[in-house]
C-alpha cells in the first residue's frame, strides 16, 4: 500500500501542512478541572512526532458556564486552563507539529453523570436536548451575544498561544447545530427559521466575530455534519441546493476550511452522486475541505463504543477519491488513538504494522 499522494504538503494562508493527515478531535476527558495536564501536552506531542500534519485538539469548550457536562473536559479559557494549552502547543511545535484547538460549546445536552453539574442549566436555541425533549433553557439574545464573544475571546487567545489554526464545532448536535436543526431550533426571531438558511444566522455571526477576533490570515475551520447524537439519520440540507444555501453565508462569514463529519467518508450525500459530504462541500464552496470517517478501519466509531472492534483496512477507495480531488486533507480519528505512528507507517508503507482500535484505548491516554 502506498499514499504518496497524502504526503504532499498543503499551504492556505499562514497554515503549512507538510501533509494531508489531520488527527480528529477526540474528546478525553482527562483534563481535571479543565486544565490540561503535562500528560495531555505529550499524547499531543507524540502524535506530532508521529507525523501527522495537522492536530486538531479534543473539543476544549469556551466561557459560558453551562458549556460542558463533564468537568475533565478541557477549558478555553482562564488563567491555568490556557497555561495548560501553552505548554500543549509548545511541545506540539517543538516535535514539528501543528496544531488547531477546536472550539466548543455543548448545548443542551445529558448531565454526564450526577456527581458534577454545572453552576447554570444547559442552554440552546430553545431548551431542546432532542425533539420535543426540553433539557435546558432558552438562550436570551443577550445570551447570544455574550456566546458569541466567547468563542471570539477563545479563538483570539488561541492565536495569542501560538495555536496554527481554530476549529470552530458545529457538528454532532451540540449548540451551534442545535441552531441549524429545526427540532432544537424553534424560535421565531432572527435566529429561528423554516428554512437552513435561516437558522444558520446565529453561526455566521460567530464565525464573523471569530473572523474580527484573529484577523484575516489566519485560518478557521468549521466541523459540520448531517448526523446529530441525537439522531444519527437526521439530515439538515436535503439536496446540493439547500446544502449551497447553508454553506454559501458561512464562507462570507469567513471559513476558509469545511471539516465535513462523516461517520463513514465513502457513503454518498446525495443521490445521483458518489460525492461524500466533503467532496460536495468542496464543489459547491470551493473552499477547502477535510473528509473523515472510519478511514483506515474496518468498523464505524459508534460500533466501536458499543464494544466492537475495528481491523486496519485499506486506504484505496480514499485515494481514489482524493485524486480525483474531492478533498484536500484527511482525518483520522480511533486508529491514531491507537497508534501514534499510525502516519508514519502508512508514509513507509508498513502496512502489515498497524493496529486495530478497540475502545479499551480510551481507558489511558498513552
Ligand atoms: C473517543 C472519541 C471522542 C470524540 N470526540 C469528538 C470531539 O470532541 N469533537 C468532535 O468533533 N468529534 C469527536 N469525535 C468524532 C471524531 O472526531 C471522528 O469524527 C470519528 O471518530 C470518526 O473518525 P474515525 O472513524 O477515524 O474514528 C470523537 C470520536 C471518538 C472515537
Same mark, same amino acid.
Given at each position: 500500500m502506498t499514499a504518496h499522494q497524502l504526503f504532499q504538503p498543503f499551504r492556505l494562508k499562514s497554515l503549512k501542512l507538510k501533509n494531508r493527515i489531520v488527527m480528529a478531535p477526540m474528546t478525553? /476527558?482527562?483534563?481535571?478541572?479543565?486544565i490540561p495536564t503535562p500528560q495531555v501536552a505529550e499524547y499531543y506531542a507524540r502524535r506530532a512526532a508521529g507525523e501527522v500534519g495537522l492536530i486538531v485538539s479534543e473539543g476544549t469548550v469556551v466561557? #459560558?458556564? !453551562? /458549556? /460542558?457536562? +463533564?468537568?475533565a473536559i478541557p477549558h478555553f479559557y482562564g488563567e491555568k486552563p490556557l497555561l495548560g494549552w501553552k505548554a500543549v502547543i509548545d511541545q506540539v511545535h517543538a516535535k514539528g507539529g501543528v496544531m488547531a484547538p477546536q472550539l466548543w460549546h455543548m448545548g443542551v445536552v445529558a448531565p454526564k453523570n450526577t456527581s458534577w453539574q454545572p453552576p447554570a442549566p444547559f442552554e440552546g436555541? /430553545?431548551?431542546?436536548?432532542?425533539?420535543? &425533549?426540553?433539557g435546558g433553557v432558552a438562550m436570551t439574545e443577550q445570551d447570544i451575544a455574550d456566546t458569541i464573544r466567547a468563542f471570539a475571546q477563545a479563538a483570539a487567545e488561541a492565536r495569542t498561544l501560538g495555536f496554527d489554526a481554530v476549529e470552530i464545532h458545529?457538528?454532532?448536535?451540540y449548540l451551534i447545530d442545535q441552531f441549524f436543526w429545526h427540532p432544537t431550533n424553534q424560535r421565531t +426571531? #432572527?435566529?429561528?427559521? &423554516?428554512t437552513l438558511a435561516e437558522r444558520t444566522r446565529f453561526a455566521v455571526e460567530l464565525i464573523r466575530a471569530v473572523r474580527q477576533a484573529v484577523g484575516p490570515d489566519f485560518p478557521i475551520c468549521l466541523r459540520i455534519s448531517? %448526523?446529530?447524537?441525537?439522531?444519527? *439519520?437526521? #439530515?439538515?440540507? !436535503? *439536496?446540493p441546493a439547500e446544502m449551497e444555501a447553508w454553506l454559501a453565508p458561512l464562507v462570507q462569514a469567513g471559513v476558509d476550511i469545511f471539516h465535513c463529519s462523516q461517520r #463513514?467518508? %465513502? @457513503?454518498? @450525500?446525495?443521490? +445521483?452522486? +458518489?460525492?461524500?459530504f466533503a467532496g460536495w462541500a468542496k464543489k459547491l464552496t470551493g473552499k477547502a475541505t477535510i473528509t473523515v470517517g472510519s478511514i483506515g478501519l474496518s468498523g464505524d466509531f459508534l460500533g466501536a463504543f458499543q464494544g466492537e472492534a475495528s481491523t486496519p483496512s485499506s486506504l484505496d477507495e480514499l485515494l481514489r477519491r482524493f485524486d480525483r480531488g474531492d478533498f484536500d486533507l484527511v482525518a483520522v480519528g480511533r486508529a491514531l488513538i491507537a497508534d501514534e505512528a499510525w502516519t508514519r507507517k502508512i508514509d513507509e508503507g508498513r502496512s502489515s504494522e498497524l493496529r486495530g482500535f478497540s475502545k479499551e484505548a480510551l481507558a489511558t491516554l498513552a
Open positions: 478525553r /476527558s482527562f483534563s481535571p478541572g479543565g466561557n #459560558r458556564p !453551562a /458549556s /460542558s457536562n +463533564d468537568a436555541p /430553545s431548551g431542546y436536548v432532542a425533539p420535543g &425533549k426540553i458545529g457538528a454532532h448536535g +426571531d #432572527r435566529y429561528g427559521g &423554516k448531517q %448526523w446529530k447524537l441525537q439522531d444519527f *439519520t437526521a #439530515r439538515l440540507a !436535503a *439536496t #463513514r467518508f %465513502w @457513503e454518498p @450525500e446525495f443521490t +445521483d452522486s +458518489d460525492l461524500n
